[in-house]
């Protein structure tokens, strides 16, 4: 299984074979969410929500409003 090196913590984080970029996973030493960011050789990074994480989780939160129960 191909390693890479935690910004973090600098320990070895053992990255899937079949990793692609963008894929997450995270430091079992620190703790830390990191991103894969480079392949040959496999790169690690902090992995930061960005805005259009922001916008799914808003999204998923309209799902439960009840529009028929509009009381303003």
Known sequence: MPTAICPECDEE???DAESEQGDRV???ECG????VVGLDPIE???????????YEKEDQDYGSYDYED???
Do not use: H, I, K, P
């Open 13 to 15: 984080v053992y990255v």
């Open 26 to 28: 995270n430091c079992d």
């Open 70 to 72: 509009d009381r303003y």
């Open 32 to 35: 830390t969410d990191l991103v």
């Open 44 to 54: 690690l990074d902090v992995y930061e929500e960005s805005d259009t994480d922001d």
